[in-house]
């Protein structure tokens, strides 16, 4: 009796892992991002321009939790590392779903993120910001009954109170949340019409500072004899002009020195240091005896850069002549140390498991290097996405099927970048727009679709303005104004 009695429990325990399986595959990293859009509201670095501290944590907590969601998509990993993350979260209303600010500003919120289940550990970060949670619920009731359907698992369901319940208990009633939540989300119009004055008046008041950057900026490059000066996030106009001031004091008192930086591209970032693309990184953070330091290893670095470029050869060759691309647009910005540090352990794997490939075989095909990835997969633009670390016979299996599809994808490449360009000029134009330009994390795809609707109808609201195609309604500390791709019409 005993036996059977294992027996059965062996089966039940089987049965009640694969329910559990079924029901976390459902939900995907994308579904997490769409299900956590309350809380990206809440902590988007955007809306912390003129608070460059807490701007700064919560874009370094953003890239440490999108690490930590990644990390549950990958099959071998049974207990993720627990990961504490601290965000500074936008005072809201009541209803917690992205209304106007209140007075107090923000606030300072900590949680430790340690489960394995990713709807719990959206609950988690909801739950720990004061955000609903009521959508989640709904979300994953949706997501399961067609994908367990004709499975023997339990039946979802979750309990509807008559409405009663509510007015005798006080309780609100989730389902009328959910639909005050839906009706947050402004159109398009209305939400111009709401901000537009906003944006028309911090807009004038930067003019005179965006006149001076662009000054500034052009000195600096004739001076110093640099293709461009970039910046890695979307910093305001005043913040960029003191870093343009401080790079030319120091090209006042160490002339010497900057003649290295001949040719090159300097980007304002985190770091200091020489960038996986050849750039000059400047820390926004540092001080003058420190980026002197990086002008004087110049030198030095561009000898780690021809090494790197000899170590892409090699490892080009041994993948049929597939191209290791880095593009800046859509990768984070790795150190040149970090970046042949991920090409050596990548190379070396492919050695030690003697992955063959016929010769120029993928030759026109492009890849990136990914570090907080787990799984290898195709962009729409058709470059391959692999993780350094990804098994081999997993890469070459991967590589080998979507191979076709890179293809067609690179070929749709140049016509999907000809569309785009095309209709953000057709955009700027009809829209009497004095800039469009979009957030790198929009895709062209997506880019396209919103043109496209922006061109069906006039908005004389927009008249003047900088339009930042993003996935948040905002407002910029210099005007500019930032809607969603898929904004409601």
């Known amino acids: 009796m005993m036996r059977n009695l294992r027996y059965v429990m062996r089966l039940w325990l089987k049965k009640t892992w694969c329910q559990q399986v079924l029901q976390t595959r459902d939900l995907s990293v994308a579904d997490a991002v769409n299900a956590l859009r309350p809380f990206y509201f809440a902590v988007h670095p955007d809306f912390f321009g003129q608070h460059p501290r807490e701007r700064e944590i919560n874009e370094n907590s953003l890239k440490r939790l999108n690490g930590y969601l990644e990390s549950l998509q990958k099959p071998n990993i049974r207990n993720p590392k627990p ?37 719990d550990t959206i609950l988690n970060i909801l739950n720990s910001c004061s955000l609903p949670t009521e959508h989640v619920q709904n979300f994953k009731a949706g997501v399961d009954s067609p994908q367990l359907q004709g499975t023997q698992s339990i039946f979802y369901r979750p309990i509807k109170w008559d409405k009663t319940y509510y007015s ?39 003019l ?10 052009s000195k600096l490059c004739d001076q110093l004899h640099l293709n461009d000066i970039r910046w890695q996030r979307s910093w305001g106009i005043s913040h960029r002009c003191s870093q343009l001031h401080s790079l030319s004091r120091l090209s006042q008192q160490s002339p ?31 001080v003058h005896h420190q980026w002197a330091k990086v002008f004087e290893k110049l030198p030095s670095y561009y ?72 799984a290898p997969s195709l962009h729409e633009l058709g470059h391959f996405i692999i ?25 749709k490449k140049e016509e999907l970048k000809a569309r785009e360009n095309e209709l953000t000029a057709a955009c700027t134009s009809t829209l009497s ?28 609201y927009l008249q003047g303005m900088h339009l930042c195609v993003s996935h948040f309604y905002s ?3 210099d005007g500019d104004l930032c809607i969603p791709w898929k904004w409601k019409n």
């Open 303 to 374: 000898g780690l850069q021809r090494q790197m470029l000899s170590l892409e050869d090699r490892t080009s060759h041994l993948l049929g002549g597939m191209q290791i691309v880095f593009i800046e647009e859509l990768q984070p910005l790795f150190s040149i140390e970090e970046y042949y540090s991920i090409l050596s352990t990548f190379y070396n794997r492919i050695c030690n498991n003697r992955l063959s490939f016929h010769p120029r075989s993928l030759r026109g095909l492009e890849m990136v290097l990914e570090k907080d990835r787990y």
């Open 208 to 217: 005179p500072l965006r006149e001076e950057l662009e000054l500034l900026k």
């Open 387 to 411: 993780p350094f670390k990804c098994d081999p016979i997993t890469f070459q299996t991967f590589v080998l099927t979507k191979t076709q599809e890179a293809r067609e994808n690179l070929k």
């Open 475 to 477: 407002v910029l500390q």
């Open 433 to 460: 727009l004095k800039k469009l330009y979009k957030e790198p994390s929009v895709s062209s795809t997506q880019m396209i679709h919103c043109c496209e609707r922006l061109l069906d109808k006039p908005f004389p």
């Open 83 to 119: 990961t504490q993350l601290t965000f500074y979260v936008r005072q809201t209303d009541e209803s917690g779903f992205g209304r106007h600010l209140g007075s107090s500003g923000f606030r300072t919120v900590s949680f430790t993120l340690r489960t394995r289940d990713l709807q």
């Open 256 to 286: 010497e020195i900057l003649k290295n930086v001949k040719g090159r591209i300097i980007i304002f970032t985190d770091q200091s240091g020489l960038s996986a693309s050849g750039h000059v990184m400047l820390g926004t953070t540092d």
């Open 168 to 206: 005798f208990t006080g309780f609100r009633d989730p389902e009328e949340e959910l639909e005050e939540a839906r009706k947050v989300e402004p159109t398009l119009n209305t939400w111009l019409e709401q901000n537009e004055a906003t944006a028309t008046k911090k807009l004038k008041d930067s």
